[in-house]
């Protein structure tokens, strides 16, 4: 069975500093991995996946992301945070057969000013 | 419009009544998925499914609970006899065929509130 992990339920990082957010995921298979974001009252919006290609991942509005399959952990990352990434963000998995995708209890981003 | 149509955005029911939700996927799509998601919770799987066919409902409650994708129209989530622990938002995504099968677009979701 797969799973996702994302430590820290909530994360508060300044106007300019580094967004790190963690996941970790389970899976008996190769997985597909991603990370979504979702906006209050909003759906959600995919910001980047991983499908067996390049090991690091880039996505929109300056996120990647990188598959350590040693420590089977997919982390997004940020190097300079703006208000208006404050949301939530979501981590998560599927098997190569992609139907069914688990995710993460999420990760509530803060932006101080 | 290309995006994930999902109607209505807020539901309001009393208790013993039902709810439909719908949910018109992007153009080209044919894969759909329902999702609930409660306060301050990730998205939980309900069901996947095709037109005309449910693959796989290995997450929604067996009673009161029913999904479709008819050949024509929306596919529709109905939840019947809806208690208060129904309320909850309800987020479609669908998905393409091809290589791209995975990547699934999501709807704005409808926001069920059982009173």
């Known amino acids: 069975a797969q799973s996702v992990t994302q430590l820290g339920s909530h994360v508060s990082v300044s106007e300019g500093a580094l967004v790190l957010l963690r996941c970790n995921y389970s899976s008996s298979v190769p997985p597909y991995l991603f990370w979504y974001v979702q906006y209050p009252n909003q759906g959600l919006q995919l910001l980047l996946k991983?499908?067996?290609?390049?090991?690091l991942v880039k996505g929109i509005n300056g996120f990647e992301a990188e598959f350590k399959k040693s420590e089977t952990s997919f982390h997004l990352t940020k190097p300079s945070a703006h208000m208006s990434d404050a949301a939530e963000y979501f981590c998560?998995?599927?098997?190569?057969?992609?139907?069914?995708?688990?995710f993460g209890a999420g990760t509530r981003l803060f932006v101080k000013a | 419009n290309a995006d994930v149509m999902q109607n209505p955005r807020h539901l309001v029911r009393r208790r013993g009544q039902e709810a439909r939700l719908r949910c018109s996927p992007m153009k080209g799509h044919s894969h759909v998925y329902w999702y609930r998601q409660l306060p301050e919770e990730g998205l939980k799987f309900m069901v996947y499914l095709q037109k005309e066919n449910i693959i796989d409902e290995s997450g929604m409650p067996k009673e009161r609970f029913s999904a479709e994708f008819p050949k024509e129209g929306p596919s529709i989530l109905r939840i019947q006899q809806v208690v208060r622990g129904d309320s909850a938002a309800y987020f479609c995504?669908?998905?393409?065929?091809?290589?791209?099968?995975?990547?699934?677009?999501f709807g704005p979701g409808t926001r069920l509130t059982v009173t």
């Open positions: 998560a998995v599927s098997d190569t057969g992609g139907f069914k995708t688990i």
């Open positions: 995504a669908s998905s393409p065929t091809g290589t791209d099968f995975y990547e699934q677009y």
């Open positions: 991983y499908t067996s290609a390049a090991t």
